[in-house]
T-cell receptor, first 115, second 112 residues
């Protein structure tokens, strides 16, 4: 099983709302990632968790708040977003470890629209 | 800073043609290079991963090669089918934090 599951598939929210994106994998991977992808652009890395600890934050605005409650779950909490934050949010995982060179497996993404 | 380039941005071919998708990268000190497929509005599907010590990887009708010294990778698709229509992205893994740097992708259309 090489599946990374993301929920919800679609999300529409207002600029004052608080919502969360969820990501789950059961491959025993210890590295999990959030990417943002705008239309016709490549994915941009936002956050990396390694062994449930935040290891990389690519200078993402604080209105995006990641959380890794356990080794299988990754959340992205959203608050006071802007319309320009509308995008496809992708979660990925890999085996993890020092200088991880393993395949990154991606979920199907959450299509977020901010009104 | 690693930069990954994929040219052309779009490609249209008739069904049955063998084709090559190109990927170039500026920093040859990569750990590996990964090819992905993305259908419109969907997530990324990993196709092939080539470690820095490898020259090529094969999966079915797909073959990916890596030439670190020249900073190039190619994805060869044999006997293309309409179902191969998608965007193909390559991504190089480099740096102490092993980040993936993506190219902008090549949108492939295979005409029946």
């Amino acid at each position: 099983d090489t599946e990374v599951t993301q929920t919800p598939k679609h999300l529409v929210m207002g600029m004052t709302n608080k919502k969360s994106l969820k990501c789950e994998q059961h491959m025993g991977h210890r590295a999990m990632y959030w990417y943002k992808q705008k239309a016709k652009k490549p994915p941009e890395l936002m956050f990396v968790y390694s062994y449930e600890k935040l290891s990389i934050n690519e200078s993402v605005p604080s209105r995006f708040s990641p959380e890794c409650p356990n080794s299988s779950l990754l959340n992205l909490h959203l608050h006071a977003l802007q319309p320009e934050d509308s995008a496809l949010y992708l979660c990925a995982s890999s085996r993890g470890g020092r200088r991880d060179r393993n395949i990154q497996y991606f979920g199907a993404g959450t299509r977020l629209s901010v009104l | 800073k690693q930069e990954v380039t994929q040219i052309p941005a779009a490609l249209s071919v008739p069904e049955g043609e063998n084709l090559v998708l190109n990927c170039s990268f500026t920093d040859s000190a990569i750990y590996n290079l990964q090819w992905f497929r993305q259908d419109p509005g969907k997530g990324l599907t990993s196709l092939l991963l080539i470690q820095s010590s490898q020259r090529e990887q094969t999966s079915g009708r797909l073959n990916a090669s890596l030439d670190k010294s020249s900073g190039r990778s190619t994805l060869y698709i044999a006997a293309s089918q309409p179902g191969d229509s998608a965007t193909y992205l390559c991504a190089a893994r480099t740096g102490a934090n092993s980040k993936l740097t993506f190219g902008k992708g090549i949108t492939l259309s295979v005409r029946p």
